[in-house]
């Protein structure tokens, strides 16, 4: 398993990215975290700003759309990158966007396979996580139910725990609500892997750190 888990954007230490994305380096890029946003965010220079990111580490992707993937065909359509790279927004609407297109039992094949490297930031690695209660304090459920007509909490188990970005993190304006969502973490009892802004949690095989 190959993972590369930055809490905002490629993180300090993008080279090990480019690292685990061994042999082939082809991907998609997965925007549906903004989803509920309206394409004009969407369809901004956000996704030409994240693909000319990715490509600056000799990574090449292009834009795959959870929405419009049939699920009947969502093997095919997905195909067998190298990676995907998952941006950050609302992670319940990525959530519903990956179970409504069958993308996330396919990606959770290929990752538990070693067949992916699956990489992002904020929300990308959050969806990862067993169960994604807590995280509404955070990100709102109603663009989610205005957008897909439901809301989902169970995450795709990848992480054996909760994944929570931005602490201790200023610049960031969803840093003290994800402090909060830590603190009810640690009152419950609940372990979480914790990241501040330019940290990555990177896992490959046996080896977990965060850099």
Known sequence: MRLYLSSFQLGRRPELLSSLVDGGRRGWLIMNALDGLGDGVRRSAEAEAQLANLS??????????????????????FGEPDFVWVRGGNVFTLRMAMATSGVDEIITQQVR???????GYSAGPCVLAPDLTGL????????CIA????????GLGILDRAFVPHLNSPSHPESQALGE????????GRPYWALSDGQALVIQGE????V
């Open 56 to 77: 600056g580490l000799g990574l090449e992707a292009a834009e795959l759309d959870l929405r419009t993937v049939d699920p009947r065909i969502a093997e095919q359509t």
């Open 113 to 119: 396979r070693d067949r992916l490297v699956y990489a």
């Open 136 to 143: 509404e304090h955070c990100d709102p459920v109603e663009p």
């Open 147 to 154: 957008t897909y007509g439901d809301v989902r909490f169970d």
């Open 181 to 188: 969502v830590a603190a009810a973490y640690e009152a419950a």
């Open 207 to 210: 080896d977990v750190r965060i």
